[in-house]
């Protein structure tokens, strides 16, 4: 995925322009998004949107953003989400792999229960919301062969530790979000799951979105979540490899296949090792997967 829009699932409004949100993802939020006394409201809106959706349009793959373990509402949101076989469920502030690991429990019992033969949905995990979850980014590798992607988040965080802004005067995320914006790119590579980058909460800022967005594809994020679907474009224009990129990554890897020995290339005066070997092999990956 290059972008994944976040959908209240009480709003009807919004739900109803997913289709042509232009979205890799749309994430239907029954957590943040939804007021405490709104809910249930949101289950039954989600519910009957899975119900009634037609799915075989183009369009994006939809995923569910479940409540967090700890507030008693998980199970109630996947009653309302999984008998319309969601492409994925997003579980917000995990506190490392066992959470997760609790989550595909979860799935796997109320799948049983409720006789359900659709797809398994993936899981993407957001993974930096509390304190303590920054001290186990490093547990989620191998917890679940359905866990596919990491973000992070710095707002709950930030209201978490206390902060007046987890941003500083020049826009730019202040030194604990960095730090935890860089643990979660190191902990989703080293288990193997997409890096995800988080919100850029301006939506009316695109050029402050395209700045934040161009540093992390730049640091090795290959997508972003958006919060308005004004930023969907911008989005999946930066995180999708130009033209260019896609034929020097081809070139890198034909110069190793042609000297399967070399532990370096030379290419029209230039040198390329075995890292530039696998960052070529990555890009390339990603585009014969798809933008999803």
Known sequence: MRSALFVPADNQRNLEKITSCGADVAIIDLEDSVHPDRK????EMLADYLKNADRSQTGPQI??????????LTSSDLDAALPGNPDGIVQPKSKGGECVKTLDQMIVQQ??????SGVRPSLMV????TPISLFYLHTYGGISQHLSAMTWGAEDLSA???????RNENGEHTAPYQLARSLC???????QLQPVDTVFTDFRDEKGLRKEAQTAARDGFTGKLAIHPAQVAVINEIFTPSKEDIEKARAIVSAFDNSPQAGVVNIDGEMYDIPHLTRAKRLLS???????
């Open 40 to 43: 249930q409201i949101g289950r």
């Open 286 to 292: 990603r585009i014969s997967a798809g933008p999803t």
């Open 160 to 166: 978490e530790l206390g902060a007046v802004s987890n």
């Open 185 to 191: 790119l190191a902990a989703a590579v080293a288990a």
């Open 126 to 129: 957001i993974a930096t919301e």
């Open 111 to 116: 799948r049983r229960q409720s006789g359900s």
């Open 63 to 72: 995923y569910v953003r479940v409540n967090a373990l700890d507030t008693g």
